[in-house]
T-cell receptor
Framework: DAKTTQPTSMDCAEGRAANLPCNHS???????VYWYRQIHSQGPQYIIH???NNETNEMASLIITEDRKSSTLILPHATLRDTAVYYC???????????FGQGTELSVKP | DAGVTQSPTHLIKTRGQQVTLRCSPK?????VSWYQQALGQGPQFIFQ???????QRGNFPDRFSGHQFPNYSSELNVNALLLGDSALYLC??????????????FGPGTRLTVL
């Protein structure tokens, strides 16, 4: 599975868009990009995933570069409840193991 | 729908002891995965069970074993506990089959402390 690199921490003002970058320069052609988040004292929660095209759901948008070497998770209007560790994962669409890195600790501030 | 449930919530053991952690998957799910999360780290994959068999395994010693029951619930057993086994143990369930990504739903975890 491809390795991902994320910033250790980021801050975002409440109500503003939070843009979380992820580098996955060694991703292979059939590996997906998944995003999960983990709010303190809870288990991780699935957010979104994509292969090549940009994706959007009720929680977030995922922008994948054309060369697929990096991606950005966008929370369009961050709230205090979005404060969490966000994990970017690159892997195969097999419903199998997830390889978590260190993640980005996002702090949404009033 | 109760989601993924795990028991117990917290557990304290001493070195050398054995522990069993339990997980009930989300309704409709037949696959259970276990993860270990040390403080300040991301979760690390231990193994995955489907059809009562271990299907995938991460880089964990044989002291870590598991079981899946016909009702899809699962147990994680750890023998000869070490101090380094202190962690949050997460269970995740998913639905097998199909070509659509099988989102994994995580439980709240069991906090194991080894003294």
């Amino acid at each position: 599975d491809a390795k991902t690199t994320q910033p250790t921490s980021m801050d975002c003002a409440e109500g503003r868009a939070a843009n979380l970058p992820c580098n996955h320069s060694t991703i292979s052609g059939n590996e997906y990009v998944y995003w999960y988040r983990q709010i303190h004292s809870q288990g991780p929660q699935y957010i979104i995933h994509g292969l090549k095209n940009n994706e959007t759901n009720e929680m977030a948008s995922l922008i994948i570069t054309e060369d697929r070497k990096s991606s950005t998770l966008i929370l369009p209007h961050a709230t205090l409840r979005d404060t969490a560790v966000y994990y970017c994962i690159a892997g195969y669409n097999q419903g199998g193991k997830l390889i978590f890195g260190q993640g980005t600790e996002l702090s949404v501030k009033p | 729908d109760a989601g993924v449930t795990q028991s117990p919530t917290h557990l304290i053991k001493t070195r050398g002891q054995q522990v069993t952690l339990r997980c009930s998957p989300k309704s409709g799910h037949d696959t259970v995965s276990w993860y270990q999360q040390a403080l300040g780290q991301g979760p690390q994959f231990i193994f995955q069970y489907y059809e009562e068999e271990e299907r995938q395994r991460g880089n964990f010693p044989d002291r870590f074993s598991g079981h899946q029951f016909p009702n899809y619930s699962s147990e994680l057993n750890v023998n000869a506990l070490l101090l380094g086994d202190s962690a949050l143990y997460l269970c995740a369930s998913s639905r097998s089959g199909g070509s659509i990504y099988n989102e994994q739903f995580f439980g709240p975890g069991t906090r194991l402390t080894v003294l």
